[in-house]
């Protein structure tokens, strides 16, 4: 690992919880949840007022309200939210010569040789200052040799902090931490380590690494390597998205197979107008059932290159007779598209009328103007949609609500 790399993390705090106290100031110091209202909702953001109750990101809304009954629920805005990520991306863009946009709200950027010019750490310290300034968002980040070590430093900086681990000085830094810290260790492997005696990375950090794989594999030689602070994955400047996908739960489970139909149908026209919007085409297509016993089946079948709603949707409409045979209660149903390639509707000409093709421009247009769902099927009506108006193939990650604890 070369001596003097120097990888930086930003991370905005609580992002969508922050962005909704900029937009409403009284929400300030109170608890906060983000997320779905239903009762199977889930809670995508959580404020640090509500942790002290237990309330994390990634547990059901339900669960979260009794936990914290004084908490503001509020739904959000995926719109508003990529609006506020963009910003911070553009200051980001403009400031450092490499960077990467994990998710909507974390970043990695390469630092090296700019403290020939001036120290990293105060560029940082004057980067985060001016995301801060310009956005009115909280954030913080961890300066180290790799990204591993920068991502858990943002952790302990928390919350609207900064940490820089020197070089050298990694060891020392990960020893008395949780071994949880460590991305990739998940509640399944923390009761491995556990059962072995193994709570804080130190004791990692002692074992031979032999042990480690023997334990967990070849994860555990991963495993290893992070605790004692080595990490050699590189920034990744661009990330071209080779799938699109869209899921659906059920308020409740459900052999409506109307309302079945009209949600399939819904998710496939609106992931084929995102294919349109990006010029992107899909050659393999699947779909998702998950059954009232939690039982999940997927079937995929591979199709001519095409975007178009009309030669989707039956497909997909197939796949789903083919794989509903067991009569059960459905909980959530899934569509995905796979194999994408750079292309444009033309192509279906080969099969189409331009009449078709004339027919899809016009809704398109209608749609980038007035929005996803100013044009619907009338079969859709009683499904439910993904409709948006963030491009899936703008350069950016996908919208995840992040299961995170930090």
């Known amino acids: 690992m070369e001596k ?6 930003l991370d905005l705090d609580t992002f969508f919880v922050s962005v909704e106290r900029k937009l409403h100031p ?3 110091n109170r608890p906060v949840l983000v997320g779905g209202l ?3 909702g889930v809670v995508a953001a959580c404020s640090y007022e509500t942790r002290r109750y237990g309330v994390h990101s990634g547990m059901a809304m339900k669960v979260a309200r009794q936990l914290c009954p004084a908490a503001t629920i509020i739904k959000g805005e995926t719109t508003t939210y990529s609006k506020y990520s963009n910003e911070v991306t553009e200051i980001i863009q403009n400031k450092v010569p490499a960077f990467e946009k994990a998710s909507i709200d974390e970043f990695y950027a390469d630092l090296t040789g700019m403290d020939r010019f001036f120290g990293t750490y105060q560029f940082a310290t004057e980067l985060r200052k001016e995301i801060i300034r310009e956005s009115g968002l909280p ?14 430093a943002t952790g302990e900086a928390k919350p609207n902090n900064q940490i820089l681990i020197e070089s050298g000085g990694e060891r020392s830094f990960l020893a008395p931490l949780s071994v949880r810290k460590i991305p990739m260790i998940g509640a399944k492997t923390f009761q491995t380590l556990l059962g072995l005696g193994v709570r804080e990375i130190k004791t990692i950090q002692e074992m031979p690494v032999e042990m480690m794989e023997s334990v967990l594999g070849k994860n555990g030689r991963i495993i290893w390597k992070r605790a004692h602070g080595i990490d050699e994955v590189p920034i990744i400047p661009f990330h071209e998205r080779k799938s699109i996908s869209a899921e659906r739960t059920f308020h409740r489970d459900t052999i409506d197979m109307v309302q079945l139909n009209a949600t399939l149908t819904a998710m496939t026209e609106s992931l084929a107008y995102q294919l349109r919007r990006g010029d992107k ?13 939690f039982n999940t089946y997927t079937k995929q079948a591979s199709i001519p290159y095409t975007s178009a709603d009309h030669i989707l949707i039956p497909k997909i409409e197939e796949l789903f007779r083919q794989l509903y045979n067991r009569r059960l209660l459905i909980r959530l149903v899934g569509v ?4 994408l390639v750079g292309g444009h509707y033309q192509i279906n000409l080969f099969d189409d009328s331009e009449e078709m093709l004339d027919l899809y421009n ?3 247009r209608i749609r980038n103007r007035f929005g996803e769902n100013s044009v619907m099927r009338a079969s859709t009506i009683g499904g439910t949609s993904i409709g948006g108006r963030q491009n899936s193939f703008d350069g950016a990650p996908p919208m995840l609500y992040a299961h995170r604890q930090n």
């Open 4 to 9: 003097n790399k120097a990888i930086l993390h």
């Open 26 to 28: 009284e929400l300030n």
């Open 38 to 40: 239903g009762d199977r």
């Open 139 to 152: 954030i913080s980040f961890g300066l180290s040799r790799n990204k591993v070590v920068s991502k858990i």
């Open 281 to 293: 085409l899909t050659s393999n297509i699947s779909v998702k059932i998950r059954y009232s016993d």
């Open 336 to 339: 995905k598209f796979g194999g």
């Open 362 to 364: 016009s809704i398109d």
